[in-house]
Every structure is written in structure tokens, then in C-alpha cells.
T-cell receptor
Framework: AQKVTQAQTEISVVEKEDVTLDCVYE???????LFWYKQPPSGELVFLIR??????QNEISGRYSWNFQKSTSSFNFTITASQVVDSAVYFC????????????FGKGTRLSVIA | DTGVSQDPRHKITKRGQNVTFRCDPI?????LYWYRQTLGQGPEFLTY????????KSRLLSDRFSAERPKGSFSTLEIQRTEQGDSAMYLC??????????FGPGTRLLVL
């Protein structure tokens, strides 16, 4: 069965600090996709990244970076030089197979960035 | 605005009443998903459509819940005889094939 675990329930950092959000997943499929979404206080889930199981290259987008390690079944998300606008709940999600299955989400990590 | 839209954004109802929510996906997206999110939890899958066909339903979707996507465009989610446990945020998402799902702003339901 597929499962996503985000062990950090809440994290608080001071502005400009770096912060890493952890995500560990479980799946029996060899083909799967991993996602990160941001949910700000307004409530709308914002897509951040999709990564397939055959691409273990790390990705950087501005202050955001993602570290995918199949050996540890982890897909961690790092925000460099955090800003107050980064305050939100961040969800990691997994989709098994070639794309006909729904997303399974973790419980989310609430990030508070303090000025 | 070309994103996913949902209506209404908020709904307060009394226990036992029926409610209906609407979702308009991104226009070229053929897949439409419904999720439910309760406080402190991640979204949980309810059902999804490919065009007008409902392809999968979660065990969470009791007999009181029904969803339609009659012309393969917008979708409706109806809850009959609402219960207090139905209070949640109902999220709609759409995608083009198996690509990333883009979410709407959600409908927050409160059952009194």
C-alpha cells in the first residue's frame, strides 16, 4: 500500500534561515511520481514540483531545492533564506503507476517563518 | 482567470440538508478529481473522472455522496442528508492526462 509520512508537524524558523522539510514514502511500484504542494493561509493548494521515480536528479528552483533519494525513499524539500511569505503548510504526495491513480498525501508540515 | 474554480467557497447547512458543490476545471484538462480535507490532515481522495466517465471512487465516498461530470467539463458533488462529520474542505483538482494536478480554492462546508 502507498503511504507518505511527513514526520515534522510544525517548524518555526527565523527569516533568512534555511529549512528542510522531510518526506518519506512507501510504495511497491517501480513507476511512481512524487509531488510537493504549498497551502498558504488562503487554503488553495499550489503545485510546486513533480518528480518521477526514474529521475533522481536533484532540482533547484530559485530558493527551493528538492533532494530525491530512492535508497532511503525520501523526497526532501529545502527552502534557502526563508521569507515570511514562505509561511504555509507544505504537503508531500505520491502517485503510483503511470498516471491513472489519485494522489496520496502526507499530513503536511506547517512552516512558520518569523520576521 | 484560467485556473480551477469552485462554487460556493463557503457553505453552512443544517444536519439532514442536501448540498451541492460545483467545480470548473482548467479548460483543456480531461481529468477531474475530488478530495476532502479535514483540519490538520492532508487531502483525501474521493473520486475522479476522465472526461465524463467516473473511473474510481474511494471507500470514503458513502452512498450519500454522488458526483457527476455530465459533459466532461464541469463537475458537481452532492451530499445528501448531511451529517456533522461531513464538515470539511472539499477540493477539486484537474489535470491533463497523468500530469500534475492543479487545485481549486476549495469549498468549506460546515454542518450544524
Amino acid at each position: 500500500a502507498q503511504k507518505v509520512t511527513q514526520a515534522q508537524t510544525e517548524i518555526s524558523v527565523v527569516e533568512k534561515e534555511d529549512v528542510t522539510l522531510d518526506c518519506v514514502y512507501e510504495t511497491r511500484d517501480t513507476t511512481y511520481y512524487l509531488f510537493w504542494y504549498k497551502q498558504p493561509p488562503s487554503g488553495e493548494l499550489v503545485f510546486l514540483i513533480r518528480r518521477n521515480s526514474f529521475d533522481e536528479q536533484n532540482e533547484i528552483s530559485g530558493r527551493y531545492s528538492w533532494n530525491f533519494q530512492k535508497s532511503t525513499s525520501s523526497f526532501n524539500f529545502t527552502i534557502t533564506a526563508s521569507q515570511v511569505v514562505d509561511s504555509a503548510v507544505y504537503f508531500c504526495a505520491l502517485r503510483e503507476g503511470s498516471g491513472n491513480t489519485p494522489l496520496v498525501f502526507g499530513k503536511g508540515t506547517r512552516l512558520s517563518v518569523i520576521a | 482567470d484560467t485556473g480551477v474554480s469552485q462554487d460556493p467557497r463557503h457553505k453552512i447547512t443544517k444536519r439532514g440538508q442536501n448540498v451541492t458543490f460545483r467545480c470548473d476545471p482548467i479548460s483543456e484538462h480531461n481529468r477531474l478529481y475530488w478530495y476532502r480535507q479535514t483540519l490538520g490532515q492532508g487531502p483525501e481522495f474521493l473520486t475522479y473522472f476522465q472526461n465524463e466517465a467516473q473511473l474510481e471512487k474511494s471507500r470514503l465516498l458513502s452512498d450519500r455522496f454522488s458526483a457527476e461530470r455530465p459533459k466532461g467539463s464541469f463537475s458537481t458533488l452532492e451530499i445528501q442528508r448531511t451529517e456533522q462529520g461531513d464538515s470539511a474542505m472539499y477540493l477539486c483538482a484537474s489535470s491533463l492526462g497523468g500530469t500534475a494536478q492543479y487545485f481549486g480554492p476549495g469549498t468549506r462546508l460546515l454542518v450544524l
